[in-house]
């Protein structure tokens, strides 16, 4: 087999097991704005129920951190492609086990600290899968070809969202009765079969030729979570800083819209979620092209570009929203996507060259999983607290416009290492940041 057609098998190899992933991460985001609050949270008002249920939601944000040291040191010691297949087997285990988990009426409080625990160890688990899939695919492309193979695996997170969506919107067919008592378990059982195949692929992958480079030179680091936060720091709080804006803007937009929406725009459940399909078709066909075109024009300006995007659009999405005509919400939603897809296409190839290859899965598991503590796991929550206290979505914008300045900044002081950085582009700003 040449090495492009290998490259090309292990490029949707990650693609698939990352689609896996996120589909089952997915299906409970959705699952905590639309039924976990009468299910596991009962007890309380419909307000603390959903904001209960969303913090749900956030606690695996908050093992993702552990999990990117755990799988990033074991990653950079004794190889990707093991740590790929241990995190999708218990985030595939995890998942299932929410579909048989029993509720708050069944068992009482019980039900909500079993469903903690088991969240607990979906992040762990998604930890150290999105830097593994991203530094397998990226380690096996051509120079030339690293931006577009980046984003193609980075397009998981919109199939993962897209099959979530459609087995919510089958389910929803369900009488309200019916989805209420067991309509709601089936995305997360079915997601076994989708486990399968993942497990299917990733066991016949080959190690990323870049950490076989480092095992035949003897540089495998003994500790590399010391060295990364020895050497490093700077680097690991920057790209934490810069992934803000993406995590936040995708997570108003995809879980905090659907409680919005239904409860204060009066559009219905199944639209919602038809707008969020739909919108996430444009985003798997918007990153390849972005990343496509950054092994071109180079990574940093279109990631700075869709930052600068994401600062400004949610004024007119969130009043396009409120119109609750079809069209124009589909437009507001587009609006906001097209940025979010510039720089979510150029984010995972960017960061893949940040550090050193010997520390590259720790350095780039520990900086992007705390970008997502701050960022994608707060903001359902944030933009549910802020809409309640102020009454407007104003507050809500004006805190996606912040995280995006904090973005932005941090964002142009992050450098790639100069021998990873694209031919096409600019050679300004190589400089090591150390």
Not at 185 to 213: H, N, Q, T, Y
Not at 237 to 248: K, R
Not at 425 to 432: D, H, I, M, N, V
Request: net charge positive.
């Amino acid at each position: 087999m040449t090495h492009d057609a290998h490259a090309r098998k292990v490029l949707i190899s990650s693609l698939i097991g990352s689609t896996v992933e996120w589909y089952e991460f997915f299906i409970y985001g959705t699952a905590a704005s639309l039924v976990f609050n009468e299910q596991f949270f009962p007890q309380f008002d419909p307000l603390v129920g959903t904001l209960l249920a969303l913090s749900t939601f956030a606690i695996a944000f908050v093992a993702r951190p552990l999990g990117g040291v755990v799988f990033g040191h074991f990653g950079d010691r004794i190889g990707r492609k093991a740590m790929l297949v241990l995190t999708l087997t218990l985030m595939g285990g995890a998942t299932f086990v929410i579909g048989l988990l029993p509720t708050y009426a069944q068992i009482g409080v019980a039900a909500p600290i079993l469903l903690v625990l088991v969240r607990l160890v979906q992040g762990f688990s998604l930890g150290g899968e999105y830097s593994g899939a991203v530094l397998m695919s990226v380690e096996h492309a051509a120079p030339a070809r690293r931006g577009f193979f980046g984003a193609v695996v980075n397009t998981g997170a919109g199939w993962g969202l897209l099959l979530a969506n459609l087995m919510f919107l089958l389910v929803s067919q369900l009488p309200d009765d019916d989805f209420a008592a067991y309509g709601w378990r089936i995305p997360f059982l079915c997601s076994a079969v989708l486990v399968a195949l993942g497990l299917f692929i990733r066991l016949r992958l080959d190690e990323s030729p870049d950490f076989k480079a480092v095992q035949r030179t003897g540089a495998v680091r003994k500790v590399p979570v010391a060295e990364v936060l020895r050497a490093h720091p700077l680097r690991v709080v920057l790209m934490c800083l810069a992934y803000l804006s993406a995590g936040v803007t995708f997570y108003v937009g995809t879980v905090f819209s659907l409680a919005y929406g239904t409860e204060h725009v009066g559009a219905s459940r199944d639209v919602l979620l038809g707008l969020v399909t739909m919108v996430n078709i444009l985003t798997i066909v918007a990153i390849p092209f972005f990343g496509w075109l950054s092994d071109r024009v180079g990574r940093k300006r279109i990631f700075l570009a869709g930052i600068a995007g994401m600062a400004v659009v949610p004024y007119a999405w969130f009043g396009l929203l409120g119109t609750a005509n079809m069209p124009l919400m589909l437009l507001g939603f587009v609006l906001m996507f097209l940025p979010y897809a510039a720089n979510y296409g150029v984010m995972p190839t960017l960061f893949a060259h940040v550090f050193p290859v010997g520390v590259r899965y720790t350095g780039m598991s520990v900086g992007y999983t705390l970008g997502t503590v701050l960022g994608s796991g707060l903001a359902p929550i944030v933009a549910t607290f802020l809409l309640d206290r102020t009454g407007d979505w104003a507050a809500i914008a004006l805190y996606m416009t912040g995280t995006a300045v904090v973005s932005f900044v941090a964002a142009l002081f992050l450098r790639e290492r100069p021998q990873d950085v694209p031919a096409g582009a600019s050679p300004a700003g190589l400089e090591s940041t150390k």
